[in-house]
């Protein structure tokens, strides 16, 4: 069964280093999100895309985070400074063109420290 | 605007007792609504989904979902829960925003605890 492949699955960093995250969504798969999960909170989008283009990117802090997706397939998230506050799961979904009853289907997430 | 509201942020059950997880929703239009499952340190899960079709949606694990116009619900039920169950769990409506896009509203969350 396809998947939604994430890199890495933790990830341990000081404060104002850089880091990245990779996500490669499933084959074919039009659409692809970025969410941001805090301890005990629902999953808030970061940034979604329409193939390579981003078509909302509203609560991206974007002094410090930057998303790309060249080819619209896989994709990359960074940040740079981390803070402290960054601490939390990444989470990458996919789906085939996001209409209104799709579904989106998810990778097993990265576990961001900052410290 | 659409939202999606999680009425308890914590249920704990003993296994074997059915389980109720509470969704209420706000939407201009016909919904699109579902049910993520999340256990520790992993992804999320698709249990179900409503599109419009019957209003009783199955899902998996013995998981089914009521949509009830009339209430804005879509409550979360299972007969009998395991302690496989134990996890968080995601309501989520599928929202129109200007542009033509979808995108999908994450509820806070209920975490359900299950005893021996």
């Known amino acids: 069964e396809a998947e939604v492949a994430q890199s890495p699955r933790y990830k341990i960093t000081e404060k104002s280093q850089a880091v990245a995250f990779w996500c490669d969504p499933i084959s074919g798969h039009a659409t692809l999100y970025w969410y941001r999960q805090i301890l005990g909170q629902g999953p808030e989008l970061l940034v979604q895309f329409q193939d390579e283009s981003v078509v909302d990117d509203s609560q991206l802090p974007k002094d410090r985070f930057s998303a790309e997706r060249l080819k619209g397939v896989d994709s990359t998230l960074k940040i740079q400074p981390a803070e402290l506050g960054d601490s939390a799961m990444y989470l990458c979904?996919?789906?085939?063109?996001?209409?209104?009853?799709?579904?989106?289907?998810f990778g097993q997430g990265t576990r961001l420290t900052v410290v | 605007a659409q939202s999606v509201t999680q009425l308890d942020s914590h249920v704990s059950v003993s296994e074997g007792t059915p389980v109720l997880l509470r969704c209420n929703y706000s939407s201009s239009y016909s919904p699109s609504l579902f049910w993520y499952v999340q256990h520790p340190n992993k992804g999320l899960q698709l249990l179900l989904k409503y599109t419009s079709a019957a209003t009783l949606v199955k899902g998996i694990n013995g998981f089914e979902a009521e949509f009830k116009k009339s209430e804005t619900s879509f409550h979360l039920t299972k007969p009998s829960a395991h302690m496989s169950d134990a996890a968080e769990y995601f309501c989520?409506?599928?929202?129109?925003?200007?542009?033509?896009?979808?995108?999908?509203?994450f509820g806070a969350g209920t975490r359900l605890a299950v005893h021996p």
């Open positions: 979904a996919s789906s085939p063109r996001l209409t209104w009853n799709t579904e989106a289907f």
């Open positions: 989520v409506v599928s929202a129109l925003f200007s542009g033509g896009y979808n995108k999908l509203i």
